[in-house]
Protein backbone atom coordinates (compact mmCIF):
# COMPACT_ATOMS: atom_id res chain seq x y z
CA UNK A 1 0.00 0.00 0.00
CA UNK A 2 1.34 3.28 -0.89
CA UNK A 3 -0.23 6.36 0.16
CA UNK A 4 -0.94 9.33 -2.26
CA UNK A 5 1.43 12.23 -0.59
CA UNK A 6 4.68 9.95 -0.68
CA UNK A 7 4.41 9.84 -4.40
CA UNK A 8 3.67 14.05 -4.72
CA UNK A 9 5.98 15.95 -6.67
CA UNK A 10 5.78 19.31 -8.13
CA UNK A 11 6.11 20.61 -11.70
CA UNK A 12 6.52 23.89 -12.56
CA UNK A 13 6.16 25.01 -16.34
CA UNK A 14 5.02 21.57 -17.37
CA UNK A 15 5.25 21.04 -21.09
CA UNK A 16 6.20 24.70 -21.26
CA UNK A 17 2.84 25.79 -19.65
CA UNK A 18 2.46 28.45 -16.60
CA UNK A 19 2.47 27.76 -12.67
CA UNK A 20 2.79 24.96 -10.66
CA UNK A 21 1.60 21.33 -10.66
CA UNK A 22 0.97 18.75 -7.83
CA UNK A 23 1.88 15.90 -10.11
CA UNK A 24 1.30 12.10 -7.91
CA UNK A 25 2.28 9.02 -10.21
CA UNK A 26 1.13 5.69 -9.41
CA UNK A 27 2.85 4.02 -12.26
CA UNK A 28 5.53 4.49 -14.62
CA UNK A 29 6.46 3.15 -18.16
CA UNK A 30 9.49 1.04 -15.87
CA UNK A 31 7.43 -0.34 -12.93
CA UNK A 32 3.84 -0.39 -14.80
CA UNK A 33 2.33 -3.05 -16.27
CA UNK A 34 3.10 -3.58 -19.99
CA UNK A 35 1.41 -0.87 -22.17
CA UNK A 36 0.72 1.26 -19.53
CA UNK A 37 3.32 4.45 -19.98
CA UNK A 38 2.35 6.47 -16.76
CA UNK A 39 -1.10 6.85 -14.27
CA UNK A 40 -1.12 10.35 -12.51
CA UNK A 41 -3.14 12.55 -10.55
CA UNK A 42 -2.58 16.03 -11.26
CA UNK A 43 -3.56 19.12 -9.55
CA UNK A 44 -3.88 22.41 -11.71
CA UNK A 45 -3.95 25.33 -9.33
CA UNK A 46 -6.04 28.39 -10.84
CA UNK A 47 -4.00 30.35 -13.15
CA UNK A 48 -1.57 26.98 -13.88
CA UNK A 49 -1.79 25.34 -17.52
CA UNK A 50 -0.57 21.87 -19.43
CA UNK A 51 1.51 23.42 -22.13
CA UNK A 52 0.49 22.53 -25.69
CA UNK A 53 2.57 19.33 -26.37
CA UNK A 54 2.33 15.87 -28.02
CA UNK A 55 3.58 12.23 -27.44
CA UNK A 56 4.99 10.58 -30.22
CA UNK A 57 3.06 6.90 -30.74
CA UNK A 58 1.47 6.97 -27.21
CA UNK A 59 -2.36 7.77 -26.78
CA UNK A 60 -2.95 10.14 -23.62
CA UNK A 61 -6.10 10.34 -22.00
CA UNK A 62 -7.56 12.83 -19.12
CA UNK A 63 -10.60 12.34 -16.87
CA UNK A 64 -11.12 15.46 -15.42
CA UNK A 65 -12.48 14.16 -11.67
CA UNK A 66 -12.88 17.87 -10.35
CA UNK A 67 -13.12 21.74 -11.38
CA UNK A 68 -13.61 23.03 -15.22
CA UNK A 69 -10.65 24.08 -17.75
CA UNK A 70 -10.29 24.95 -21.00
CA UNK A 71 -8.79 22.22 -22.75
CA UNK A 72 -6.80 22.47 -26.66
CA UNK A 73 -6.42 19.62 -28.67
CA UNK A 74 -5.28 19.88 -31.98
CA UNK A 75 -7.30 23.47 -33.62
CA UNK A 76 -9.85 23.08 -31.32
CA UNK A 77 -10.25 24.60 -27.43
CA UNK A 78 -13.46 23.48 -25.83
CA UNK A 79 -14.33 23.76 -21.83
CA UNK A 80 -14.31 20.46 -19.88
CA UNK A 81 -15.92 20.17 -16.60
CA UNK A 82 -15.82 17.15 -14.24
CA UNK A 83 -16.99 13.69 -15.54
CA UNK A 84 -15.14 14.65 -18.74
CA UNK A 85 -13.34 11.72 -20.51
CA UNK A 86 -10.68 13.89 -23.08
CA UNK A 87 -8.38 11.14 -25.55
CA UNK A 88 -5.87 12.55 -27.22
CA UNK A 89 -4.28 10.54 -29.70
CA UNK A 90 -0.62 9.89 -30.62
CA UNK A 91 1.09 12.41 -32.30
CA UNK A 92 -1.74 15.18 -31.26
CA UNK A 93 -0.90 18.27 -29.93
CA UNK A 94 -3.07 19.15 -26.94
CA UNK A 95 -2.64 20.78 -23.55
CA UNK A 96 -4.73 21.90 -21.02
CA UNK A 97 -5.72 25.63 -19.37
CA UNK A 98 -7.69 26.09 -16.21
CA UNK A 99 -9.32 29.43 -15.60
CA UNK A 100 -11.60 29.14 -13.18
CA UNK A 101 -11.30 29.52 -9.66
CA UNK A 102 -10.95 26.22 -8.24
CA UNK A 103 -8.28 23.50 -8.30
CA UNK A 104 -8.98 21.14 -11.39
CA UNK A 105 -8.28 16.98 -10.55
CA UNK A 106 -7.18 15.07 -13.62
CA UNK A 107 -6.55 11.49 -13.65
CA UNK A 108 -4.07 11.61 -16.56
CA UNK A 109 -2.87 7.89 -18.52
CA UNK A 110 -0.69 7.24 -21.20
CA UNK A 111 -0.74 3.83 -23.01
CA UNK A 112 2.29 3.05 -25.22
CA UNK A 113 1.80 1.14 -28.00
CA UNK A 114 2.48 -2.81 -27.45
CA UNK A 115 5.35 -3.75 -30.07
CA UNK A 116 6.50 -7.57 -30.61
CA UNK A 117 2.84 -9.05 -30.59
CA UNK A 118 -0.90 -8.89 -29.90
CA UNK A 119 -1.62 -8.37 -26.40
CA UNK A 120 -2.92 -10.84 -23.89
Known amino acids: MTNLESLMRTSVGDHDGVGELRVY ?14 I ?5 PPGSSIGLHRHGDDQETYVLLRGEATMRRGAAEFRV ?3 DLVVNPPHGVHGLVNDS ?17 TPS
Open 40 to 44: DLVVV
Open 81 to 83: RAG
Open 25 to 38: RAYDRAAAPAGVAF
Open 101 to 117: SDDVHLLVFEIAPITGG
